[in-house]
């Protein structure tokens, strides 16, 4: 077995010594390094490189730069989605955006993960867990959301929220660690 088919399921993994792995990651950073110094005006150009590297769009979606991300393949967008400046995608396992998503500067969603095992993680294993973002949510600035999370519809998550569980649809929640604070009706 591939050390890709082993990230995709959900094992550990090594990327680091895998080709395939390899020369896909440089692809996803050659192509982001194109847009996040592709020239604002420029904005036809920005959204065919975009839906370059993301795995699936819809039409109406703008990602401010500068954006990274570790594959892009693995990424799907919906209608309606933004991203604020500066956020990163570490797109191991899939990661999906429903419509109607807003996220704020400096964000951070987190595929990858290590074993807690020192004798594993030195010999630099991780493994890769999906990420699930529902319709009509929304992301304050500096929220970083961990692997294997999923959140439901109609969510605020507030600024600066780790989150490591999953969020349920119709709250907004926040906090290190993120935690339901009240419902929305």
């Known amino acids: ?13 090594d990327a680091n010594y895998d080709k395939d792995l390899e020369e896909e990651r440089i692809r ?6 194109k847009y996040n110094n592709l020239e604002p005006l ?7 490189l ?18 990274y991300c570790d594959y ?15 956020c990163v995608i570490l797109d191991g396992a899939k990661v999906e955006f429903g419509d109607n998503v807003f996220i704020g500067p400096n964000c951070g ?23 699930k973002i529902g319709n009509n949510v929304w992301f ?7 692997p294997g999370v999923t959140i439901g519809d109609n969510v605020t998550i507030g600024a600066g929220s780790v ?13 290190n660690p993120c935690k339901i604070k009240t419902s929305i009706n």
């Not at 989150?163 to 906090?175: E, M």
């Open 1 to 13: 077995m591939t050390e890709k088919e082993k990230r995709d399921n959900g094992e550990l993994y």
């Open 42 to 48: 420029k904005q036809e150009e920005r959204k065919k």
């Open 109 to 131: 969603f987190y595929t990858a993960g290590h074993p807690k095992e020192i004798e594993l993680r030195n010999k630099g294993l991780e493994y890769a867990r999906p990420i």
């Open 28 to 33: 996803a950073k050659e192509l982001c390094f």
């Open 72 to 86: 892009g393949y693995n990424i799907s967008v919906g209608e309606n989605f933004y991203m604020n400046h500066n």
């Open 50 to 67: 975009i839906k370059e590297i993301l795995g699936k769009t819809k039409e109406n979606l703008l990602i401010e730069s500068n954006f």
């Open 163 to 175: 989150v490591t569980k999953d969020i349920p649809s119709n709250v907004v929640a926040y906090g």
């Open 140 to 146: 304050g600035g500096n929220v970083v959301v961990l």
